[in-house]
């Protein structure tokens, strides 16, 4: 059994944001169909593609069911309604106001089916001035102060690399949709869910935040690699013989520790010997660290403060990271392996020691299953079926 | 009522992982303990303060009940493992092995009550080559190429400015723990939940891998603002009078929108007519349309991009964040006002309609709420209590 068994989700869900969540959900047991237009997620026509197909809509939807579904039709409205009222869950990520507008919001559909759970992802949220405004992860990253406090102090505001705000707020519907079950369970009822891009990414600026207001401002917005707040030195990348190498000294042991290993009589200089010193100095012990760091490959610094519990890590490089033993032991970066080869999606983060992952088989092409569902979960007949394929809607 | 009315959860947590996870819960209706070591969470005692507080333990642990227990001295574990007998959730985020050796592990902790949900957040997980190794968000970053995919292309690796990996990995055990819940509705029984912080950040690197392997490597690793696959041009920040602005243009409609509104000869030559040929040419792109940008101040860039449906944002500066009114409707970053003046707190990403979210008190002072719950939790007599005070266990 998994924790999920049962459990019928409908995602409409495209891009990252929603299908994420629907992905966690099928990994602990749920029934996952995602429901397509008739051109398909837009994940799908990436050109980003392994064997003819899209890398990041394999990672995110294998071990879903795959719908064809004009939701533009009224007919294809009416199919949406009947799945709908059989369903546990319905995620959606479409554009702001797009359910309604398909007779497919939260009203419409809780008046068919009062359990049903409707999670809604959007950018901004369902109130608020920006409420309703389109947003992208870069944009919402501009607008939330994730850019601005990112990159070199005399450098421009960066974006991060990975697509850490469609991710962020995927968990945390993940948890909300979770939630709206656990209480469905006590009150019979379902209820609306919703998360905003902004919003899910705004809490893990609390360190910023706080180096803000305790400072009145005079804690610079970006600091590089250097602490948020300038006030642990040393902390920083490193440049090593192959790459770099993070290295932090949180307490005064840390560095003493430190010390002996790079065994340079500069560090013992009375001037770093305290962290009130090593923060009036930081760019000279920078040029300390850095000039033990230099002599060695970023692994030789991890080997040398092995057992030490000085914190630190090697930069990894993303092709690095794919071999990785550690990764592929882990399981969320998945290689896969069926009859046509192998592939690569993505495990689940969350381990349940009581719901073990359901392994996915590869992501359905458009409109798969349209057929079996529409016969298995909607009982409809093959006259039925064939006159939705007439006319387009499927 | 609320989602998670009459849930009690013990939170043995610190820094901001576990914390966070507890925080959600708490705003979903649980009950919060967090319990601290004598000398009481680290995040306690950083120098960014207000009113001698800590911005950060604020943020995150408002409406919780705080109770101090020394979990080295062996009644104090007994205490523990009082509490855990009557709790639903324990949460903990403890150096890897510690839980174990305070004998207050998974397998003893369910044999005393086999309907206890715990959840452990470590770096690594509890297998694999790095299982039990320590971490912290920088660390994880390095070894998790978060790191080698921010920065400029010419630049060296960037840490995100926010703290991605920890309120990430937060929020997944959040849904976990939710999960658990669910699950034990139908099985009676608690299981123990996992989750990594590696593990948890590796998704949204989805982008990221797809471009690696399907470019075979020749993709660069890091692209500053630029798309991540260098395919969509224009793509990037740009300088405006005051600061930066984001604009990118995923369709030829886009850039077709773009080319009325910026009115400059140069954009419509031909060779920046088709995307192809606009990723081939993309610093000349990139110069026009800052030549745009850069007589206006961001939010006029915005002005005049509104209604064109052209993806953009300005890039909002933490001050400016703080000040947004969208974000103070949201009341995510959650101004608060008591007696003692006004406070700032986290609310919570996830609207549930059938769960309005629970107002929290300040964040206790350490052990404040210790008694109370030794007396209505655990029903000691005054003297044990003094007992226990005597002997410096709580």
Same mark, same amino acid.
């Given at each position: 059994m998994t924790a999920l068994s049962g459990v019928k989700v409908i995602c409409i869900g495209q891009f990252y944001f929603a299908p994420y969540c629907s992905m966690l959900l099928a990994r602990l047991g749920a029934d996952v169909i995602k429901i397509e237009a008739p051109e398909g997620?837009?994940?799908?026509? %990436?050109? *980003? *593609?392994?064997d003819n197909t899209s890398v990041q809509f394999t990672m995110l939807n294998a071990g879903k069911r795959a719908m064809r579904l004009d939701l533009k039709s009224e007919r294809g409205q009416e199919v949406a309604r009947q799945l709908a009222s059989q369903a546990d869950v319905l995620i959606q990520n479409l554009s702001p106001g797009a359910m309604e507008r398909f007779g497919l919001g939260y009203e419409e559909l809780s008046s068919l089916n009062p359990r049903l759970i409707m999670a809604s992802g959007t950018?901004?949220?369902?109130?608020?001035?920006?409420?309703?405004e389109p947003a992208m992860d870069l944009t919402i990253q501009a607008r939330s102060a994730v850019m601005s406090t *990112?990159?070199?102090? +005399?450098g421009a505001p960066v974006r991060t690399g990975p697509s850490v705000v469609d991710f962020m707020a995927g968990a945390h519907i993940f948890g909300g949709v979770m939630a709206a079950l656990y209480q469905r369970e006590h009150t019979g009822r379902g209820q609306h869910v919703e998360v905003a891009l902004q919003d899910a990414i705004l809490p893990s600026l609390t360190s910023n935040i706080a180096g803000l207001i305790s400072s009145h401002g005079t804690v610079p917005e970006r600091t590089g690699n250097r602490h948020g707040g300038l006030a642990?030195?040393?902390?920083n990348s490193y440049r090593t013989r192959d790459g770099w190498a993070t290295v932090l000294c949180p307490t005064q042991g840390h560095w003493q520790r430190l010390c002996e290993v790079m065994?340079?009589? +500069?560090?013992? %200089?009375e001037r770093f010997s305290t962290m009130a010193g090593r923060c009036a100095h930081s760019d000279e012990v920078d040029v300390i660290v850095e000039r033990w760091t230099s002599g060695l490959t970023k692994n030789e610094v991890t080997q040398a403060l092995a057992?030490?519990?000085i914190p630190n890590a090697p930069v990894v490089t993303l092709p690095e990271l794919m071999e990785d033993p550690h990764v592929a032991t882990r399981g969320i970066l998945r290689q896969m392996q069926d009859t046509a080869g192998p592939w690569l999606t993505l495990g689940s983060p969350v381990f349940l020691s009581d719901s073990p992952m359901v392994e996915p088989s590869r992501a359905p092409a %458009?409109?798969? +299953?349209t057929d079996d569902i529409l016969r298995?979960? %909607?009982?409809?007949s093959d006259e039925q079926i064939q006159e939705l394929h007439a006319s387009g809607v499927v």
């Open positions: 997620d837009p994940y799908r026509r %990436l050109p *980003t *593609t392994v950018g901004f949220g369902s109130f608020g001035p920006y409420a309703g *990112t990159g070199f102090m +005399d642990v030195v040393p902390y065994d340079d009589p +500069d560090a013992k %200089l057992g030490t519990g %458009l409109g798969a +299953d298995g979960d %909607l009982h409809m």
